[in-house]
C-alpha cells in the first residue's frame, strides 16, 4: 500500500480516530506487531453516561503488557465484562435517536466471544466503517517499525490521556448534554447513537 495511515486496533474508536480517516483517501494499515501498551484505546472506549463520561474497559489476561505484540494479545473472560459493557450502552443511549436502528448489528460482539484482543478490535472497526459508510481498505503490517513517515503514525498520537491530534470537533448533540455539557472525542458508538446516518457529515 501507498502512504497508508498506521493505526493501532482500537477498541470502539474515539470521533478523532474517524475524522483522520474520513479527511483522507488513503489506505488504513493496522499494526498488530507493536508493543502492546496499557491504558490507551486499544482497551479503552469512552461512552456518556447519565454521571458524565465513562471509560468501559477490555479486560486482557495477565502477563500481556511489556513486548508482547499487539495481536498476540488474549481477551480475559474471569468476569461477564460483556454483559457489563452491553447493559452501560444500553442505559446510557437507550433513549437516543438511533440505538435500537444500531443495537442488533453491535449486540453480537457482546455475545460472541474472541479470543484475542486485536482481532475483536479489527471486526468492530469494519463493523463502524460499514456503518458509517466509509469505504476504505483496512490492512496490516507485517512487521514491527518504530517510526513512519510524519503525518501517517497514529499509534502514540491517539492517547486518552493526551489531546487529540485533530482538535475537538464541532460539537453535535448528546443526549445528556443538558448535565454534564458536551464531551469531546467519546467513542465513536456515542456520534452514531445520537446522529445515525448523519454521523458521517459529523466526521
Known amino acids: 500500500m ?7 486496533a ?6 478523532a ?6 479527511a483522507s483517501a488513503q489506505p488504513i494499515v493496522l499494526d498488530g506487531f507493536e508493543h502492546y501498551p496499557k491504558q490507551t484505546y486499544r482497551t ?10 465513562l471509560d468501559l474497559i477490555v479486560p486482557v489476561e495477565r502477563g500481556n503488557h511489556g513486548h508482547t505484540p499487539m495481536k498476540d494479545v488474549r481477551i480475559s473472560y474471569e468476569f461477564d465484562w460483556q454483559r457489563l459493557h452491553w447493559t452501560t450502552l444500553q442505559t446510557a443511549y437507550r433513549s437516543s435517536a438511533y ?6 448489528e453491535l449486540a453480537p460482539f457482546y455475545q460472541q466471544r474472541y479470543e484475542r484482543l486485536f482481532e475483536y478490535n479489527m471486526a468492530l472497526l469494519q463493523l463502524m466503517l460499514r456503518l458509517l459508510k466509509i469505504e476504505r ?20 498520537s491517539l492517547h486518552p490521556k493526551k489531546p487529540s ?7 453535535y448533540y448528546q443526549v445528556f448534554e443538558s448535565k454534564h455539557g458536551f464531551i469531546p472525542n467519546l ?10 446516518p448523519q454521523s458521517t457529515s459529523y466526521l
Open 10 to 15: 482500537c477498541y470502539l474508536p474515539p470521533t
Open 99 to 104: 440505538f435500537e436502528y444500531y443495537e442488533d
Open 137 to 156: 481498505p483496512v490492512g496490516f503490517t507485517e512487521s514491527y517499525l518504530a517510526e513512519y513517515a510524519p503525518g501517517m503514525d497514529y499509534r502514540r
Open 17 to 22: 480516530y474517524f475524522r483522520i480517516i474520513h
Open 2 to 8: 501507498d502512504n497508508p495511515l498506521i493505526f493501532p
Open 187 to 196: 467513542s465513536i458508538v456515542d456520534l452514531l447513537f445520537n446522529h445515525g
Open 44 to 53: 479503552r472506549a469512552s461512552v456518556y453516561s447519565a454521571n458524565g463520561k
Open 165 to 171: 491530534p485533530v482538535g475537538d470537533g464541532p460539537q
